[in-house]
C-alpha cells in the first residue's frame, strides 16, 4: 500500500501505521515545521525507503505527490491543529503558559508571526479574528486592551499578550475552568497558520488521489474544524455523482481512559470516509 500523512508531525502516527501495514507499504509524510521533519526522519530512520518526507503544506500535496511518481494512493491521515512538541516549546510561541517569543509559526521560514498580527492589525480585525477562530465572547474587550497596550509598548511575548489579556476580562472569566488566553491564543495560532482556510481544499485534493476502496481519516481537535470535516465529506457523498461512503455518521470519540493518559486528546473527533469505485459511463 501507499499511505499519505499529510500532517506527519513528530512521526507517532507514521511510525504505528508502518509497524502495523503489511511489508512494503510506504508512507508519504508531509509537514509544514521543518524541525518535526527532522526529528521525524530521524524516529522512522528503521523504515529505510518505506519512509519518504517532504517539509509542505498539505494543501499542495497532488504536487508532492506527483514530485514522488505517486499517482493515487490507498489511505489519508489529517492530524489537524498544533503538535504536543509544538506547545511544549516556549522558543514556538504558541503557549500562553510559557514564556517565549510570539511567534505561532507552524513554518518558521514564512509569514506573518504573531507578534506582527497582533501588534499590526486594526481592532476591529483583531476583534474579529478572536471572534470566529477563538469564539471568543470578551473578544472586543479584549482587542481593545491590546490596541491600548500596543501603543505604550510592543507585545512581543506569550507572558505579555496573556497579561493584557487577563487584565481585560472580568475576574469570574479570568478564574474560570478554562484560562482566560486559551481561546485568544488559539484564534491568533489559527489566524497566523492560515489553518481554516486550507481544510476544504485540502480535503478534495486528498479524494481526487485516492483510490477506490482507499481511506481517509481526518482528526480535528476544534468544531470549526471539524464542521469544515463534516460538510466537506458529506457534501461528497451525496447525490448521483457521490464519490464517497461516510464510515462514520458520527465522529469517534476518544475514551476515558485515552483522556486520562493523554489529556490533550479530549477534544479530539476522528471522522472516516471511503472512496467509493469509479462509476461507469
Known sequence: MTLLDCTVGYGGHAELLLESCMAGTTLIGLDRDSRAIDF??????????????????????????????VSAVDGVLFDFGVSSPQLDDPARGFSFQQEGPLDMRMD?????????????????????????????????????????????????????LTSVIAGSVPSSYRHGRIH??????????????????????????????????????AISFHSLEDRIVKHTFRSLAQGSEASLSLLTKKPVLPTEEECRVNPRARSAKLRVVERLPARMA
Open 108 to 160: 518558521q521560514t514564512s509569514g506573518l508571526t504573531a507578534t506582527e498580527l497582533v501588534n499590526r492589525s486594526p481592532e476591529d480585525r483583531l476583534a474579529d479574528i478572536i471572534f470566529q477562530y477563538g469564539e471568543e465572547r470578551y473578544s472586543r474587550r479584549i482587542a481593545r486592551a491590546i490596541v491600548r497596550e500596543r501603543e505604550r509598548r510592543p507585545i512581543e511575548t506569550t507572558g505579555a
Open 40 to 69: 521525524c526522519r530521524q524516529r522512522l530512520i528503521r523504515f529505510g525507503e518505506q519512509i519518504v518526507l517532504q517539509r509542505g503544506n498539505h494543501r499542495d500535496l497532488k504536487q508532492y505527490l506527483a514530485e514522488a511518481g
Open 180 to 217: 482566560c488566553a486559551t481561546r485568544t491564543f488559539q484564534a491568533l495560532r489559527m489566524a497566523v497558520n492560515l489553518e481554516l482556510e486550507s481544510l476544504e481544499p485540502s480535503l478534495r485534493n486528498a479524494v481526487d488521489v485516492l483510490a477506490p476502496g482507499g481511506r481517509i481519516c
